[in-house]
Nanobody, 122 residues
């Protein structure tokens, strides 16, 4: 079994910064792509940022230049540095990882964290 645990959410004023972290643990040989999603109140979950195992990154247009995704493959962690936060960034943020259980596994399995609340408000 694999567990993803997010941390770092909270209340911040517009223009402020937060850093989210997510640690994967359990039966993991390696992790392929890792992602951050968010779900604003009353809206659908959306992809925010994506990082491959080699470090290539993707961002949704609304966060480009403000958010930075990074990972530490030795610790099975992924982080999201969020700067210049706006009220519209308010959401529950989830990490998602494609995990390979063993060296012989041909498939990866997707896992989700429980989510962490980010509220941007004055």
């Amino acid at each position: 079994q694999v567990h993803l645990v997010e941390s770092g959410g909270g209340l911040v004023q517009p223009g402020g910064s937060l850093r989210l972290s997510c640690e994967a643990s359990g039966s993991i040989f390696s992790i392929d792509d890792m992602r951050w999603y968010r779900q604003p109140p009353g809206k659908q979950r959306e992809l925010v940022a994506w990082i491959t195992s080699s470090g290539s990154t993707y961002y949704v247009d609304s966060v480009k230049g403000r958010f930075t995704i990074s990972r530490d493959n030795t610790k099975n962690t992924v982080s999201l540095q969020m700067n210049s936060l706006k009220p519209e960034d308010t959401a529950v943020y989830y990490c998602n990882a494609d995990c390979r259980p063993t060296a012989m596994s041909r498939s990866v399995f997707g896992y989700w964290g429980q989510g962490t609340q980010v509220t941007v408000s004055s």
